[in-house]
């Protein structure tokens, strides 16, 4: 039967980006105004949500590959009334996000690595470039999108491809290998190779439809 009679095999929901894709990925912090400075929440990042849920209010642009300029919205979870298991996991996530962008083994624990997995305020985390794992969740309305809640480390064995083109998937005939390596955050470039482009400023994008009942 024609494509266009029989639609029981059309995908339900075209704009999620398919469960467990690899994608380099860049982080950006959407200011919630929120400060607590015994627990380090400075500089106006995190945001207090209605339950008094605390979280970093997360927006990941992919940066090449079949899903380029894809942007996903998530939450890292700092605080919630309901138990320590919501800020664990987001603690988790920042450790893995660090790992990833500053190129650092999670089994490393030696005194450097553990200094580069301190931040001194979130404003380290605003714009960093990372390898991530990306989910599928549900907003509060039941419907599928997209959630990150892994990076990918320099222990797995797609990493150093992924940091330098992106994406796992096979690379377009036309497509441009980049023209400098990857680097942490703010790092300055390396000799022989140009400076990396400075990205536009992401746009404005509506809030969470909705976050885990556990977090409320």
């Known amino acids: 039967m024609s494509l266009w009679n029989d639609f029981n095999d059309a995908q339900s929901n075209t704009n999620v980006i398919p469960k467990g894709t690899l994608a380099r990925v860049r982080l950006t912090l959407r200011p919630g105004g929120f400060d607590d400075p015994a627990q380090g929440w400075t500089g106006g990042y995190a945001r207090c949500g209605a339950t008094g849920a605390v979280y970093l209010d997360a927006e990941y642009t992919v940066l090449e590959g079949p899903y380029a300029r894809r942007k996903i919205w998530s939450m890292i979870g700092l605080y919630s009334p309901k138990g320590p298991d919501w800020a664990n996991m987001g603690r988790s996530l920042v450790r893995g996000i660090l790992n990833s962008a500053r190129g650092i083994s999670d089994k490393d624990t030696s005194p450097e690595a ?3 997995r301190r931040i001194a305020g979130f404003h ?3 714009g960093l470039e990372f390898v991530a ?6 907003d509060a309305n039941g419907e599928d999108k997209n959630e990150i809640r892994a990076a990918v480390t320099p222990d797995h064995r797609d990493y150093a491809a992924l940091m330098g083109q992106g994406v796992l998937a096979p690379t377009p ?13 703010a790092a300055a470039p390396l000799p022989g190779y140009p400076a990396p482009p400075q990205p536009a400023p992401a746009p404005a ?4 439809a909705g976050r885990p009942s556990w977090a409320e």
């Open 205 to 208: 994008a509506p809030g969470f």
């Open 114 to 116: 553990q200094a580069r």
């Open 133 to 138: 794992r990306i989910d599928v969740g549900q």
């Open 173 to 185: 005939p036309h497509a441009q290998p980049p023209a400098y390596p990857p680097q942490p955050h």
């Open 124 to 126: 380290e985390l605003d």
